[in-house]
């Protein structure tokens, strides 16, 4: 019993399998040709952005427009560096304060 299941499903999968293959042969140039037809899209876009890069380089405005951010940049940064500044000097005179109460306690151990 089985053994002709066996049989039987070899069977059904061997002609199942001559019923599709001419499909799948079919089907294999369609394949490569949307994969190649997806490279050159890609290669094409890469290209257009390369153009455009280049473009805008040459272009006085996005020069002005780089230079423009460069300097917000800058100035963004020089901001950061004052608040940075302003808080270390805020825990130098915290970590001083902190000190000269311990040095002032009477029931302190010692240095």
Known sequence: MIRAAA???ITGTVVLLSFTTPLIWAARPAVAGLAALAGMAIAGKNRILQMRKAEARCN???QRHSGKRLKEALAALEEC???VERMES???IALAVDG???L???HATGP
Do not use: G, L, V, Y
Request: hydrophobic share 55%; aromatic share 12%; net charge negative.
């Open 90 to 92: 805020a825990w130098c």
């Open 7 to 9: 049989i039987a499903a």
């Open 60 to 62: 006085p405005m996005e």
């Open 81 to 83: 560096q004052f608040i």
């Open 100 to 102: 000269s109460h311990a």
């Open 104 to 106: 002032m306690d009477p």
